[in-house]
């Protein structure tokens, strides 16, 4: 499903050191979880945030749940585009954004498993922000974001819209350097149309970064 990295074995590796038995975990996706999950014992109880994840934990035997309202996670990992200041996340450039999110929300402890490259100054320093819209009238929900995240685009698979799990459209945009995340993540949440988006904020507790030569920086949260 991807290629093997270093650093990315090596946060995985010390994610899978903070799962304890009986635990219930929520799973996010990406390479930096698919690598977590290859790591965990058959039977390990878990939520998972996407298709692909879901089908390769199955492979592995890990017993799929759903979230149905009975059961509160222990844990969840997920990677990371970007990890600013306060462990502020960009996350979304797989797709799966809203389901992460959701998973996370469910879960008493959030740990970030990713690589250090990911580590920035600025959310945004490196990656667009990921919004997902509803697909009726995306254009002009496209319009009315145009005052806070000028020059977006609509994220597409090949020749056609990117779809997401739940049947929704993504728009891509640059984070404008003077933007506050706080202030931007509550004004797109305002508008009407937009299902959610890529700024997860005051969510982690961790961060497990990677390095290509084996070790992992640790960041907590202030």
């Known amino acids: 499903m991807d290629e093997a990295s270093p650093a990315r ?3 995985a590796e010390a994610a899978v050191e903070l799962v304890e038995p009986g635990m219930t975990l929520g799973l996010g996706s990406g390479r930096a979880v698919w690598a977590v999950t290859r790591r965990l014992p058959a ?5 998972v945030a996407s298709e692909r994840t879901r089908e390769l934990a199955l492979e592995v035997g890990i017993d799929v749940l759903e979230l149905d309202g009975t ?7 997920d990677g990371a585009d970007e990890v600013g200041p306060g462990l502020g996340l960009i ?6 954004l809203l389901r992460e999110k959701i998973v996370i929300s469910a879960a008493r402890r959030f740990v970030v ?17 990921p919004v997902e ?7 002009d929900i496209r319009r ?14 090949g020749d056609q819209p990117y779809v997401t799990d739940e049947g929704h459209h993504i728009l ?16 797109l949440r305002a508008i009407v149309g937009v299902v959610e988006h890529g700024l997860f904020l005051d969510m982690a507790e961790l961060a497990l970064l990677g390095r290509d030569d084996g070790t992992v920086e640790r960041l907590a949260r202030d």
């Open 9 to 11: 074995e090596a946060a």
């Open 91 to 96: 996350k979304g450039g797989g797709g799966a």
């Open 43 to 47: 039977g390990t109880r878990a939520v």
């Open 172 to 187: 891509d945009a640059p984070i404008p350097p003077s933007a506050d995340p706080v202030a931007l993540a509550t004004s």
């Open 71 to 77: 059961l509160e996670l222990d844990l969840a990992l």
């Open 113 to 129: 498993v990713a690589e250090a490259p990911k580590k920035v100054e600025r959310l945004g320093q490196n990656f667009r922000l």
């Open 133 to 139: 819209v509803v697909r009726f009238a995306w254009r």
């Open 144 to 157: 009315r974001l145009s005052s806070l995240l000028p020059d977006s685009e609509l994220r597409m698979a």
